[in-house]
């Protein structure tokens, strides 16, 4: 058995279990009238292939659309899990809760690998009702920035809150259409307060 290797059998196959290297199996044939002659067969061990996966968001919002799953290395695998079919992720099928999606990849040598990650389908809403007057936040979840689209032009206070309550970003306008930049804020949950509203607006800030 080449190192690292072992294996034996007393009938017409051989059944052994592989090691890093690779090498030569020499089988020979014993009994009452002597010995065989030895046979050789070349073997080959291959390492498996090194598999990474990265999410862009591994939380996302129970109302955004259906999205291709990205970020398996080396490309070409597929991605199987809870909400996946065709490499492609169904927040709504998916459910409220944490999932967990596996990349697996099969490189030529045909030796197979998997990584997994976490997606977390939070139950957001876009869409509310302040004071009769109905309020628009999106894209949820969000990246670089975040819009808030009002009805009527008056005087607001709006801020950000993580998920522990500490207040991280505050802003005065009073525009029907406020565009906040969010590049500060780190990837996570945060929950938005308007003055004039006792309630709170959940918002995902993507990786």
Not at 12 to 39: D, K, L, M, R
Not at 46 to 64: A, G, K, Q, R, Y
Not at 119 to 144: A, G, K, M
Request: hydrophobic share 35%.
């Amino acid at each position: 058995m080449p190192n690292g290797w072992s294996g034996s059998s007393s009938t017409a196959s051989i059944n052994a279990t592989a090691g890093e290297n690779g090498g030569a199996i020499t089988v020979t044939a014993n009994n009452n009238c002597g010995s065989s002659t030895a046979s050789i067969q070349i073997v080959e061990s291959h390492p498996l292939p090194t598999v990474t996966f990265e999410l862009d968001s591994s939380i996302i919002c129970n109302n955004f659309g259906d999205f291709p799953l990205t970020g398996g290395l080396p490309e070409g695998g597929t991605y199987s899990g809870p909400g996946v079919s065709d490499n492609v992720f169904s927040p709504a099928e998916a459910g409220a809760g944490i999932h967990l999606i596996t990349y697996s990849y099969t490189d030529e040598n045909e030796c197979s690998q998997t990584a997994e990650q976490e997606i977390t389908v939070e139950v957001c809403t876009d869409v509310r009702t302040l004071n009769n007057e109905t309020v628009l936040i999106y894209p949820n979840p969000f990246r670089q920035s975040l819009v808030l689209e009002f009805e009527e032009n008056r005087a607001r206070v709006i801020e950000f809150h993580n998920a522990i309550g500490q207040i991280v970003h505050t802003l005065q306008d009073n525009g029907v259409r406020i565009t906040v930049d969010a590049n500060h804020l780190a990837p996570g949950i945060y929950f938005i307060r308007i003055s004039g509203d006792e309630k709170v607006h959940r918002v995902v800030r993507s990786q």
